[in-house]
C-alpha cells in the first residue's frame, strides 16, 4: 500500500518508500504538509476542469471547500488512530476492526487500484488521439473498434513494466511523475487563461447548474483529494514536536490542495465554460493547437502513465496473487503465476477500460465506489474501535455513506437516462 500514489520530490522523504522501513521520526510539520499534499497529486488533474463544469463555479468551490474539509476530518481520524494504536500504515490500522471490514477495505482497494489503473490507460488513449488529430495524422475520430485496439496496444505496450517483482529504487521515477504533473497543470493554466482572453467560450460558465450534476461532481472532487492510504504512513514519520501540530500538517496539505485544484478548475472552466471535456489536456491541445507547451505537456502526461502504471499494477497484483496462488507473495510466486497474474491485472484494467471508456464515468465510479469508503467511512470505523468522539465518527461515516450513495444513484440515473445530468 505504501507504493500508491505516493512518493516526495525531496531526498529527506525517500525513507517513506523503502521495503518495510521503521519510522523515523525526521519529518517537520512542514515536511509532513508536503508530503501528504503530494500523495493527493494524481492524474484528477486533468478532469478537475470538468468536475467544476458539473456544478457551476460558484456551487463547485463550494462543495469542493465541503470536501476538503471532510478530507481534513478523516486525515486528522486516521492521525490519531495511528497516534492511539502504534500502526504505521493504512493495512495495518484495518486490522484492529472485525474481519468483515478488513474484507471490505480489500475489495475497495483492488477496484482502486483497478479503475484508477483504467483512467490511466484511457487518458493514454486520450493523449495519443489528441497528438494524431492536431498533428494531421488523425482527420476524424477514432471508431468504436480502433478506440478498442488502441487500448489494447496501451495494455499490452505496459505488461512488461507491470511484471517486476519489486519496485524498489524506484523512487526518482516516481518523483518525476509528481513533478511532471504539476508543470502539466501549469502548462494548461496558462493556456486557458490565454483562451478566457481570447475567445470566450460558446456556452459561458455559470454559478450552479441542478442538483444531478452537483451530485456527479462530488466523487470526482473526492478523489482529487485522496491521499488516506499514506496518511498514517507519514504520520508516523513525523518528529515528536510536529505531531503536536497533526492538525496544521493537514489542514495545510488540504489548503494547498484546494488553491491549486481549485485554480485549474476554475481557469479550465472558465475557458471553456458548458462545454468543458473531461480530459482538459487534449481539449486545450485540439483548441489551441499543437504549440510546444502543449506538446510538452502531451509528452509529461505520456511519460507519467506509461511510468506510473507499474506504481498501481504491483500492489494490485499483491493482493491477486495469494488468490491465484494460495501461500505465495508477490517476491516468491513461480515465473508462470506472475506472468498470468499481470496479464490478468491488465486484462481486468482493458475490460473496465472498454466497459467504461469514458474518463468521466471511471472517475466517477472510482469516487463513489472506492475512495468514500476507503477516505470516510472506513477511517470513520477506525476511529471509533480507538474510542474517539462517537459523534466525530458518527458523522464522518454518515457523510461517507451519504456520498457513495447519493453519486452511485446520480450516476446510475444519468447513465439510464432516469435522471438528467
Known amino acids: 500500500l505504501k507504493y500508491i500514489c505516493f512518493v516526495h520530490v525531496m531526498k529527506q522523504y525517500a525513507p517513506l518508500l523503502r521495503e518495510n522501513a521503521v519510522p523515523a521520526g525526521h519529518l517537520s510539520v512542514a515536511g509532513g504538509a508536503a508530503a501528504l499534499f503530494v500523495s493527493m497529486v494524481g492524474t484528477g488533474v486533468v478532469a478537475f476542469p470538468y468536475a467544476i463544469s458539473l456544478a457551476g463555479l460558484g456551487v463547485g468551490l463550494v462543495t469542493f471547500l465541503l470536501v476538503a474539509i471532510m478530507t481534513h476530518a478523516s486525515f486528522m481520524a486516521l492521525f490519531n488512530a495511528t497516534k492511539v494504536t502504534n500502526c504505521s500504515s493504512y493495512d495495518e490500522l484495518i486490522s484492529v476492526l472485525p474481519q468483515s471490514w478488513s474484507k471490505l477495505s480489500t475489495l475497495a482497494l483492488a477496484a482502486l ?14 493523449t495519443m488521439s489528441s497528438v494524431a488529430q492536431v498533428s494531421g495524422l ?5 471508431t468504436e473498434v480502433e478506440h478498442a485496439v488502441l487500448l489494447t496496444s496501451i495494455a499490452a505496450a505496459v505488461f512488461p513494466l507491470c511484471t517486476a517483482r519489486s519496485l524498489s529504487g524506484l523512487s526518482s521515477l516516481t518523483a ?3 513533478v511532471a504533473l504539476f ?4 502548462i494548461v493554466s496558462v493556456r486557458c ?7 470566450p467560450p460558446a456556452q459561458p460558465a455559470v454559478h450552479a447548474t441542478n442538483p444531478v450534476s452537483t451530485v456527479m461532481c462530488v466523487p470526482i472532487l473526492g ?14 514519520e513525523l518528529t515528536p514536536v510536529a505531531r503536536k501540530y497533526a492538525q496544521v500538517v493537514s489542514g495545510v496539505a488540504c489548503l494547498l490542495a484546494f488553491l491549486v485544484y481549485g485554480g485549474l478548475g476554475v481557469v479550465g472552466y472558465m475557458a471553456f465554460g458548458g462545454l468543458t471535456s473531461p480530459d482538459i489536456v487534449a481539449q486545450v491541445a485540439e483548441f489551441d493547437g499543437e504549440g510546444y507547451s502543449i506538446a510538452l505537456a502531451q509528452a509529461l502526461l505520456a511519460a507519467f502513465v506509461l511510468l506510473k502504471t507499474p506504481f498501481l499494477a504491483h500492489p494490485l497484483r499483491s493482493l491477486l496473487t495469494p488468490l491465484v496462488s494460495p501461500g505465495d507473495k508477490i517476491d516468491t510466486a513461480p515465473p508462470a503465476v506472475n506472468l498470468a497474474v499481470a496479464a490478468g ?9 472498454l466497459v467504461l471508456p469514458n474518463l468521466d464515468e471511471v472517475l466517477e465510479i472510482l469516487g463513489a465506489v472506492c475512495c468514500a469508503p476507503l477516505a470516510y467511512i472506513i477511517p470513520a470505523r477506525v476511529a471509533w474501535a480507538c474510542g474517539m468522539p462517537r459523534c466525530q465518527c458518527f458523522v464522518m461515516g454518515l457523510a461517507g455513506v451519504l456520498v457513495c450513495s447519493l453519486s452511485l444513484t446520480a450516476v446510475v440515473g444519468s447513465w439510464t437516462g432516469l435522471l438528467v445530468k
Request: aromatic share 8%; net charge positive.
Open 113 to 126: 487500484l483497478i479503475l484508477a489503473t483504467t483512467a490511466y490507460v484511457i487518458i493514454a488513449a486520450d
Open 345 to 353: 491485472s491488465l486484462l481486468l484494467v482493458l475490460i473496465c477500460a
Open 138 to 142: 488523425l482527420t476524424r475520430r477514432l
Open 183 to 186: 508543470v502539466i497543470a501549469g
Open 176 to 178: 518525476f511523475c509528481n
Open 223 to 236: 478523489t482529487a483529494l485522496f491521499g488516506h492510504m499514506n496518511a498514517p504512513r507519514i504520520y508516523s
Open 193 to 199: 487563461a490565454a483562451i478566457v482572453q481570447s475567445c
